[in-house]
């Protein structure tokens, strides 16, 4: 981890006010180096490497406390899958529906024109999911053909709404 991302990381949690701790450091830590939307098992995983007594608790507060300061965006998915995305600027997603690769999309790469449509809401964000095939899965089909599942490049496909 370079002396800048570590200033980035104890600026985005003193801005935020929260206390800069271990495992609030170690999880922001592990999301600014794996762009992934991972898990929280997945996230509490690569923190109990470092923090072996990092109980699975203290993984999940921590989470709740960044998403609510605003540091952290979660994505639900069917099923209860929770993915974390520490890219909180204005972006959407798209997923594979094969493989379930979940990506970033600027925003900018998709023309949303729905504020004016909803005057009896108060409209805060909209986000959009691109649904598709990616480019190995597109390959994949090409080389292989549609009835076979060749999912396992990247895992399990699921489906992800934004809640803030």
Known sequence: MSADVREIIEGQL???GLKVTPQRYAVLDYLWSNRTHPT???IEAAVNQRFPCASRATVYNT????????LVQELYGQG????YDIKVEPHHHFICRRCGQLEDIEASAVQVEAR???SDYQVESIEVVVRGLCGECQRDLENQGEGENH???RGESDSFEYRS
Not at 63 to 70: K, P, Q, S, V
């Open 116 to 118: 004016e449509k909803f």
């Open 40 to 42: 929280a098992e997945e």
């Open 63 to 70: 989470l709740h406390a960044l998403h609510e300061a605003g």
């Open 151 to 153: 999912a396992e490049h």
């Open 80 to 83: 209860g899958v929770t993915r």
């Open 14 to 16: 003193r801005a935020a």
